[in-house]
């Protein structure tokens, strides 16, 4: 039996050594894709909950425009119920079905009066929520709706209000 000559061993340790660079960029680079992912998703959540802010400010602007309705106003509203066209939004779900939703979604939990949306990339959010979830409780306040974070979140080291 032959033995491998001492330039074919360097020539297969040059190769393991390629080959554990480039493992290790691979890496890298899929790590850098989260954390951008996760970037482009917190600006996207940051822009939806603006949009439902203005939307309840423009309803509350409507409804002291027209004349007094008879009816009591409700505690609480679904706002994804007041857009024309509703972004990702699944529908009814409470804190305890909300795992059944998939990531990227907003639901309306009429039991407590909350918007939540699950997270597609979690990593990088603090306090880490129960099936990726954050939360928004839509009151009224002196009879003008507003979305309060349920906890102090922080993203990607950003507070998200």
């Known amino acids: 039996m032959a033995t491998a000559s001492p330039w074919q061993n360097h020539r297969l340790l040059e190769w393991a050594l390629v080959a554990a660079v480039l493992v ?14 996760g970037q482009a998703e917190r600006l996207t959540v940051q822009l939806t909950l603006k949009l439902l802010r203005d939307t309840l400010t423009l309803e509350q602007l409507l409804k002291a425009t027209r004349p007094p309705v008879a009816s009591t106003q409700p505690k609480t ?3 994804f119920a007041l857009l024309q ?6 529908g009814n779900a409470t804190k305890a079905t909300v795992g ?3 990531p990227g979604n907003w639901v309306f939990d009429p039991e407590c009066g909350c ?16 099936a990726d979830v954050i939360w928004f409780r839509v009151e ?3 009879g003008v709706f507003r979305l309060s974070p349920q906890a102090n979140y922080r993203w990607f080291e950003q507070v998200l209000r």
Do not use: C
């Open 24 to 37: 290790a960029l691979i890496g890298a680079f899929e790590r850098q894709v989260g954390v951008v992912q």
């Open 77 to 79: 509203t679904n706002p």
């Open 85 to 90: 066209g509703v972004p990702n939004f699944a």
């Open 100 to 102: 059944t939703v998939s």
């Open 115 to 130: 918007i939540g949306y699950r997270l597609r990339y979690p990593q990088g959010l603090e306090p880490t929520q129960e």
């Open 140 to 142: 009224a306040v002196n």
